[in-house]
Nanobody
Framework: EVQLVESGGGLVQPGGSLRLSCAAF????????MGWFRQAPGKEREFVGG????????YYADSVKGRFTISRDNAKNTLYLQMNSLKSEDTAVYYCRYGTPVAAYWGQGTQVTVSS
């Protein structure tokens, strides 16, 4: 059974940093591209960034480019999202995603709140 478990969210002041983690179970993580998404209150879920199976290719939404970094540790079956220079508009529930041609899998999400 595919399972994704996010952690690392919390309350942070504007300009601060957080690192989110996503532990993956039930599939071959090291062969799989992964993604991060977020959903703010009253808004649709949006793409944040993605990473290739090897970690050699990363891509980001314009809104986070230069501030967020996605990485992975295939030995630990874990995906990361390093978030720097956080802004109030980054406040959202953050989700990691794994997809196949026939299904998409999501974690339960972790709340990130950026506020002074």
């Amino acid at each position: 059974e595919v399972q994704l478990v996010e952690s690392g969210g919390g309350l942070v002041q504007p300009g601060g940093s957080l690192r989110l983690s996503c532990a993956a179970f039930g599939f071959t993580f090291s062969n799989s591209a992964m993604g991060w998404f977020r959903q703010a209150p009253g808004k649709e879920r949006e793409f944040v960034g993605g990473i290739s199976w090897s970690g050699g290719i990363t891509y980001y939404a314009d809104s986070v480019k230069g501030r967020f970094t996605i990485s992975r540790d295939n030995a630990k079956n874990t995906l990361y999202l390093q978030m720097n220079s956080l802004k109030s508009e980054d406040t959202a529930v953050y989700y990691c995603r794994y997809g196949t041609p026939v299904a998409a899998y999501w974690g339960q999400g972790t709340q990130v709140t950026v506020s002074s």
